[in-house]
Structures are given as C-alpha cells and as structure tokens.
C-alpha cells in the first residue's frame, strides 16, 4: 500500500512540474489594414493553429472555417489559418479590409482554445495586400 501511495505521489509531483501554463491569446492593439500586426500569446502547448475570425463580435467560440458559415453565428468564418506554429508570437499581414471586426483564436496541441478580444481593423492608405 506504501509503494502505491508513493507511486501517485511521485506522478502527481511530475504532473505539476510539467503542466503547461494556460493558454493566452493576446489582444493585439492598433491594427490596421495592410499593415503587419505581431499577435503573441503565453502557455500552451505547441504547436499552435492560429485563426483569424471575420465579423467576430459575439459567440467567439463558434468561428467557423470559411466553407461553414450560418447568419445565427453573426458569420465569423475564419479568414486565414495559420497551423504548426511553435514559437510564442506571429506576424500577420493584416490583408483585411478596414472596419471589418476581427478575433484571433489559437487552438494548442492539447485542444486548448483562447481567444482575443474584438478588434476593429482600422483603414491606411496601403491597400497592396487586399
């Protein structure tokens, strides 16, 4: 009984050292179309699948791929996605029309889903990437 006790008390020691903090998604600030936008995020396990979600402001956890899109979820299809991502941050290229409201969402190795708040992707003159 002795060994066993030890045995789950050695697992749960590993089982703290090693959890990975929980995923965060940072909200990027000061986007603008055209203009590259570094998104970060904390925790999580990699890689990560990066999304960008179109017409985002409400019900964030049902971005849809772009192929599935429904009126009932205000028709947030993703945009972009970006999978195998490893390190803890990414440049995305902003090619979205300004005044479209976006929402990031990163999906962990583990299934782990975060979200970053809504931004509105303000307008430039650049255009080039539209």
């Not at 990699?46 to 205000?74: E, G, W, Y």
């Not at 299809?77 to 970006?82: Q, R, S």
């Not at 803890?88 to 190795?109: N, R």
């Amino acid at each position: 009984m002795k060994t066993i006790t030890s045995f789950f008390a050695v697992a749960a020691v590993f089982a703290s050292v090693f959890a990975a903090d929980p995923l965060v998604l940072n909200t990027p600030g000061n986007v603008a179309q055209c203009v590259p936008t570094e998104i970060t995020w904390t925790g999580g396990t990699p890689p990560f699948d990066l999304s960008s979600c179109r017409n985002a402001t409400r019900l964030q956890s049902l971005c849809l791929p772009s192929s599935i899109t429904d009126s009932a979820v205000n028709n947030m299809p993703i945009t972009e996605d970006f999978p195998g991502l490893t390190g803890d941050s990414f440049l995305w290229d902003t090619d979205v029309l300004g005044g479209t409201v976006m929402t990031m969402k990163m999906t962990d190795a583990a299934g782990v889903t975060a979200f970053s708040a809504p931004v509105v992707v303000q307008q430039s003159q650049d255009t080039s990437c539209l």
